[in-house]
């Protein structure tokens, strides 16, 4: 059974750093695409960083581009999300997703983080 379990999420002021972590169980991690998500209610959810499988490749929306870092470490199964220089905007769930990486379609997903920057 996978599983993806999120921690790292909380309240922080604006122009704040947080740093998501996402572990995963049940799957061979080098294997799989891992991304990172989010979602503010009423909009689509907005694919925010992407990790390739062995870390061959790196993806980053242009909103997060220059403040977020995602990385990945294989021998844990855990992949995270370095939130620098935080704004309003940024606030939403987050979720990590697993894709294999012959299909990059995300098969797994985390059940949220809720991040939340203040003023």
């Known amino acids: 059974q996978v599983q993806l379990a999120e921690s790292g999420g909380g309240l922080v002021q604006a122009g704040g750093s947080l740093r998501l972590s996402c572990a995963a169980s049940?799957?061979?991690?080098?294997?799989?695409?891992m991304g990172w998500f989010r979602q503010v209610p009423g909009k689509e959810r907005e694919r925010v960083a992407t990790?390739?499988?062995?870390?061959?490749?790196?993806y980053y929306a242009d909103s997060v581009k220059g403040r977020f870092t995602i990385y990945r470490d294989d021998a844990k199964n855990t992949i995270y999300l370095q939130m620098n220089s935080l704004k309003l905007e940024d606030t939403a769930v987050y979720y990590c997703?697993?894709?294999?990486?012959?299909?990059?379609?995300?098969?797994?997903w985390g059940q949220g983080t809720q991040v939340t920057v203040s003023s």
């Open positions: 990790k390739g499988w062995r870390g061959r490749y790196t």
């Open positions: 049940g799957l061979t991690f080098s294997e799989y695409v």
């Open positions: 997703a697993a894709a294999p990486f012959r299909t990059t379609v995300y098969e797994y």
